[in-house]
């Protein structure tokens, strides 16, 4: 008898691709590549080769160059790969040629991070705000595509004379786009009331790059079961949980990560699931300290944090993970500046870190190292905002 392959199982096999575009420096992409790399990963593929090219600036046709894309082809070809991944947001028109020269599945980041997304999703609202995000992604790029999409909306009358598919198509998604906003509308009105029903305590949020740790760090201060793995975008969802320190209650939220090069339409979609963010009093912008691109990750964070909430809010800063933190002792004979990965744990508390404006502290949550000092930092923040709003109620502390 035939065997049988459950194709639901199986994982695509991708090919990354990445630009060295002006400035850049190849090793700046290979960081990239290898976020990318964990993208795929945590969307179920295998990443295979990595191909990159140095570009002034990309193609309009086809992003790289014609002996890169033939390259590639030959590779996809010889391999047998399903899909390739491109790190930057490809046009429309690249997609297609792309897709027709290469003779596979061509993705982009903001593709691949949508798809993640959809995966992530488990409540109503943050499937709503995935396909939202997905719908208006796919608008512009519906040229030349095959949707297969329902026809919700058929019956006589509503197909105009000579309509061609392309437009069919069209005027279906928006329809949807129109149908999902107002089903967010409703949603965020629920949401709102739910905040408005919590009283006025004190509201922590915890910020910070995707797959820094800020779930784990929600599990040992809330002392509750928030899902946290070592996976990109483990959360979507905001989790809030009521927290007493001392005699102090406040709220704890854990919200989603930020990434580099989120989707527009992603930030759009997900502002609203981010106002536990825009109505907090305190801010934990929790940083990978292990990471090899940890201060481009907190700029990224900042960035996308004024996007949101319209201006820098005041943080403190929790730089997680020192027990992964390795020191690259530098060479006698070696004249390069020397970068975060060449200090000691002791020498980057002393660099800009421990010299900001914003309180910070080192720990380590998954091996509860400095967690007291932590729980004791957090605490004192609390209570001067509680003492501030509720000047009668020293009895609490």
């Known amino acids: 008898m035939p065997k049988y392959i459950d194709t639901a199982h199986v994982k695509e096999r991708a090919v990354l691709v990445g630009a060295v575009i002006g400035r850049q420096t190849e090793e700046l992409v290979e960081e990239y590549l290898d976020e990318l790399a964990f993208l795929v990963d945590t969307a179920g593929g295998i990443p295979l080769r990595r191909f990159t090219q140095k570009l ?13 894309v ?3 082809r030959e590779y996809v070809e010889a391999e047998k790969a399903d899909l390739v991944v ?3 947001e490809l046009s429309p028109s690249q997609h297609r040629n792309l897709e027709r020269q290469l003779k596979c599945r061509i993705i982009d980041r903001s593709n691949l991070i949508l798809d993640i997304f959809a ?3 488990r409540t109503a609202h943050a499937k709503t705000q995935v396909e939202l995000a997905q719908y208006q992604y796919l608008l512009p790029r519906l040229a030349g595509m095959w949707t297969h999409l329902e026809r919700q909306k058929g019956g ?4 105009g004379p000579g309509e061609k598919e392309i437009e069919t198509d069209r005027r279906i998604v928006r329809d949807k786009i ?3 906003k107002t089903k967010l509308q409703q949603i965020d009105k629920q949401k709102a009331t739910q905040r408005s029903n919590r009283g006025s305590l004190v509201r922590v949020a915890l910020v910070g790059y995707t797959n820094v740790g800020k779930s784990t760090i929600m599990n040992l201060i809330s002392k509750s079961e928030v899902f946290a793995e070592d996976k990109l975008f483990a959360t979507l969802d905001t989790t809030v949980r009521k927290v007493v320190i001392g005699n102090l209650p406040f709220l704890l939220s854990d919200t989603v990560g930020f990434i580099r090069k989120l989707p527009h339409h992603l930030i759009e979609s997900f502002k609203s699931t981010l106002d536990e963010v825009r109505e907090s009093d305190i801010l934990l912008h929790v940083v990978d300290i292990a990471h090899p691109n940890f201060e481009d990750q907190i700029r990224v964070v900042k960035e996308t944090l004024a996007e949101i909430t319209g201006k820098e809010k005041q943080a403190l800063m929790v730089f997680n993970k020192i027990d992964k933190y390795r020191f690259v002792e530098k060479e006698a004979d070696d004249l390069t500046p020397a970068g975060p990965e060449n200090l000691s744990l002791d020498e980057l508390k002393n660099t800009w870190m421990g010299k900001t404006n914003e309180p910070c502290i080192f720990i380590s949550a998954k091996e509860k190292q400095h967690i007291e000092p932590f729980r004791r930092l957090l605490y004192d923040k609390v209570v001067a905002i509680h ?3 509720y000047p009668y109620d020293h009895f609490l502390y």
Do not use: N, Q, V, Y
Not at 59 to 68: M, R, S, V, Y
Not at 156 to 159: E, M, P, T
């Open 56 to 68: 002034d600036k990309p193609d309009p046709a086809t992003f790289l160059g014609k002996g890169k």
């Open 387 to 389: 003492r501030e709003r």
């Open 86 to 88: 491109f790190d930057d």
């Open 119 to 121: 995966l992530r999703a």
């Open 178 to 180: 129109a149908l999902l």
């Open 156 to 159: 006589i009358g509503l197909k």
């Open 70 to 72: 033939e390259e590639i």
